[in-house]
């Protein structure tokens, strides 16, 4: 049998893991000597590095799933309360309920594999923090509901690839799997046509509940500014609480590039407006201008 005929075999049979099918594929990129072949397959095998590479299989519609949290006033503790999109601001609402799958897809197969129906994808501890301070009094956590279902058709979706281009190649030439080193079976501009056509068409961004577990993205900048900023902040007498909130809302920007974000231009206007009012005291001789030139300084934006 050839390898083409395995990958067909293998993809369609449901009881075969998707990872298996996509070895199998990967191992035919390198006889296609096809890059985005070799590209895609170690993705979902591996996880994506970053949501701007992320096919649109793998991305939700705004809202797509249900997010509930647990709050705590003097009356008591309240678990699993519904959280809508509209409350909370828009800077963080497309990063809060706009889910998707980071991860390789063996991970997703091993969430299937528990046989539970639904799974939490928590907020972070700093997102969490900056909406109870910022728009959900009393939020302690937050998760997005992933189902089980969910799972399974972004699964299915990779899978549906794999077959469709392993069909198309094996149109060109059955024998292609076969391919010795150096040999190119099929034209390059062929290949990627027909990996066009079959892997990076027909996208459809999901609009039923799902998500990948969290992935914190790597914030360098702010990780390598945070020690000095803060201390910096202190000397200039900003309270610790909203030392807190501003890391909280550094984060949810993510690095700067050429400006601060929205969720840090927020905390800035929040703090000028205690200030304003005389709720906030400052150190002495210090004013907002101050502190939003130390938030520039400490990452080359001033």
Known sequence: MTLLRDIQNEAIESTVPVSTALR???TLAFRLNHEPLKQWTRKELEGYP???ELPDYRRFSLGALPVKGEFIDPTG?????AIA???VPDYARERLFTPVFMQGVAEYEVLLATGLHEFPIPWTGDEVLLMRNVALPGLTRAAQMMSANT???MLDQVRNRILSF???IEQQNPDAGEAKPGEQPIPEATVTNIFHNTIQGNNNVIAAAGRDAHVSAPHTQIDEAW???QQRMTQLGVPPEDLESLEAALRLDGDPRTELGPATESWIGRLTSRVSSGTLALAQGVSVEMIVHELLKAFGLS
């Open 24 to 26: 199998r594929a990967q």
């Open 50 to 52: 970053s949501i701007d």
């Open 77 to 81: 503790i309240y678990s699993n309360v």
């Open 85 to 87: 999109p509209t409350q």
């Open 151 to 153: 799972i399974a058709g």
């Open 166 to 168: 392993s069909l198309e």
């Open 227 to 229: 020690p000095a900023l």
